[in-house]
């Protein structure tokens, strides 16, 4: 399974960004996703989470309202549309598929991207 994040960059505080993580490798459609980020010196943390179907999401609290997760499985590819970004949304942000389908909070994620730094500034 191979993830391949792009659309990070240097972005004003207020302004978006939009991520895609293109996948290959497996059966796209058939496992859910998700969105992680790790700003300096902290731990990585959930961002946003959507099932195979993309008809089932969710949001870290952080960025609920703001940051929107999508996906198009004919194209193999899932979206993070981010918003009204903040100083302290700058991190690495990667991309990772779960082991089946379902979208759940205690999802086991088991493929990793390589990465995409945004950075906002103020």
């Known amino acids: 399974v191979h993830l391949v994040e792009s659309g990070g960059g240097l972005v004003q505080a207020g302004g978006s960004v939009r991520l895609s993580c293109a996948a290959s490798?497996?059966?796209?459609?058939?496992?859910?996703m998700g969105w992680f980020r790790q700003a300096p010196g902290r731990e990585r943390e959930f961002v946003a989470g959507?099932?195979?179907?993309?008809?089932?999401?969710g949001y870290a609290d952080s960025v609920k309202g703001r940051f929107t997760i999508s996906r198009d499985n004919g194209k193999n590819t899932m979206y993070l549309q981010m918003n009204s970004l903040r100083p302290e949304d700058t991190a690495v942000y990667y991309c990772?598929?779960?082991?089946?389908?379902?979208?759940?909070?205690?999802?086991?994620?088991?493929?990793w991207g390589q990465g995409t730094q945004v950075t906002v500034s103020s």
């Open positions: 990772a598929t779960a082991s089946d389908r379902y979208y759940r909070t205690n999802a086991k994620y088991d493929y």
């Open positions: 490798g497996r059966t796209f459609s058939s496992y859910a």
């Open positions: 959507i099932s195979g179907s993309g008809l089932s999401t």
